[in-house]
T-cell receptor, first 113, second 117 residues
Framework: AQTVTQSQPEMSVQEAETVTLSCTYD???????LFWYKQPPSRQMILVIR??????QNATENRFSVNFQKAAKSFSLKISDSQLGDAAMYFC??????????FGQGTRLTINP | GAVVSQHPSWVICKSGTSVKIECRSL??????MFWYRQFPKQSLMLMAT?????????EQGVEKDKFLINHASLTLSTLTVTSAHPEDSSFYIC?????????????FGEGSWLTVV
């Protein structure tokens, strides 16, 4: 069974600085996808970034990028130039093929002005 | 982009009554939808996978007679909490799988707050 682990319950960063959120996963499949979701106080789940396991290049979306280390089964999220609006819960998730999403425990990110 | 709509956003019901929550995919057909429950300060817990035209697949520990799931069309899945009790009060959120995009992208609804009094 696939598992996702986020070892940082809380993180904080100064506005405009860079922060990295950690995530490790485990899967026995070769076809899988990894995701980072943001959940602000509104509770809406917002897809931040997605990585296909077969792609070696790390995904990037504007200020958000990932460090995908396949052999180590690590999938960290880097947020550059942090903004107050980035404050939220961040969930790492994995999906094997067309199967269900499995979420990590979440990391609460605080942005200090 | 694809949109998943969930209704109602907030609902209060009396103990012993039933309440229905709807999840709609607005611009794509979803043969598979997922229902999650989220307790305060915790992650999303998958309750069941809803399959269009067939029975839902429930996760271990989830009472299928308590949480009835119906997926009668390609754009609508419903979750009915039967004989609700205060401990059923929670945030419920659905998601739908869009087969058109890469990696079968999953989109989430806005969620529904259920309070049982």
């Amino acid at each position: 069974a696939q598992t996702v682990t986020q070892s940082q319950p809380e993180m904080s960063v100064q506005e405009a600085e860079t922060v990295t959120l950690s995530c490790t996963y485990d899967t026995s499949e070769s076809d899988y996808y990894l995701f980072w979701y943001k959940q602000p106080p509104s509770r809406q789940m917002i897809l931040v970034i997605r990585q296909e396991a077969y792609k070696q290049q790390n995904a990037t979306e504007n200020r958000f990028s990932v460090n995908f280390q396949k052999a180590a089964k690590s999938f960290s999220l880097k947020i550059s130039d942090s903004q107050l609006g980035d404050a939220a819960m961040y969930f790492c998730a994995s999906k094997e093929g067309a199967q269900k999403l499995v979420f990590g425990q979440g990391t609460r990110l605080t942005i200090n002005p | 982009g694809a949109v998943v709509s969930q209704h109602p956003s907030w609902v209060i019901c009396k103990s012993g009554t039933s309440v229905k929550i709807e999840c709609r995919s607005l611009d794509f057909q979803a043969t598979t939808m997922f229902w999650y429950r989220q307790f305060p300060k915790q992650s999303l817990m998958l309750m069941a996978t809803s399959n269009e035209g067939s029975k839902a697949t429930y996760e271990q520990g989830v009472e299928k007679d308590k949480f009835l799931i119906n997926h009668a069309s390609l754009t609508l899945s419903t979750l009915t909490v039967t004989s609700a009790h205060p401990e059923d009060s929670s945030f419920y959120i659905c998601s739908a799988r869009d087969l058109r995009g890469p990696g079968n992208t999953i989109y989430f609804g806005e969620g529904s707050w259920l309070t049982v009094v």
